[in-house]
């Protein structure tokens, strides 16, 4: 019961956290933010923010945030709680937007578990459309998750096509005796 209690102070923290964050910049703007906010967060365009690591002459890291051209649905203006970072097993520090993690047994669990994908719109609406681009359906992977896992995560790595098996091949040749030039 006291760790239901922290859960949703947590979650309600977080969530003024975005929305304080959210109404002092007056719109997200992807290159406004810093690696701890950038991954997942969507810009007040509704575009998806991007985290990409350079290194400097210096040999030194330099992290940037930047706005991708990936739309999100139905979302804008978008900080990611860390609630829901951690419920779906993401990191705040991923770089790029990429449909690998969907090949990880361990994430796809999280992903789809009840605390991710019934209170994470952001993420499950990520993972649903980079799901979709490699010809799998979100739900239906979900669904996999109580049964054969394997036999899924291999139409993910086909991309939804498993290539057919060996035909027996039903036509004859023949030889025909070669004809001496004359």
Known sequence: ????????????????????????????????????????????SGKRCVLEKHEKRSEEEA???WTSEIKAH????WVESDHCIEACGL???????????LLEPGFTQKLCSAQCYNGCPNIVDLYFNLAAGEGVFLPKLCEAQK????????????????????VRNSVEYTVAPAVAPS
Do not use: H, W
Request: charge should be negative; charged fraction near 20%.
């Open 1 to 44: 019961m006291a760790s239901d209690f922290a859960l949703k102070s947590r979650a309600v923290l977080a969530l003024l956290l975005a929305v304080y964050v959210q109404a002092s910049l007056g719109g997200i703007t992807c290159e406004n933010l810093n690696k701890e906010t950038c991954a997942f967060a969507v810009a007040s």
């Open 63 to 65: 992290y940037v945030c």
């Open 74 to 77: 139905m979302v804008n203006d």
């Open 91 to 101: 990191d705040r520090k991923s770089l790029g937007i990429s449909s690998d993690t």
């Open 147 to 166: 049964g054969d896992v394997r036999r899924e995560m291999a139409e993910i790595r086909s991309s939804g096509f498993v290539a057919p098996g060996p």
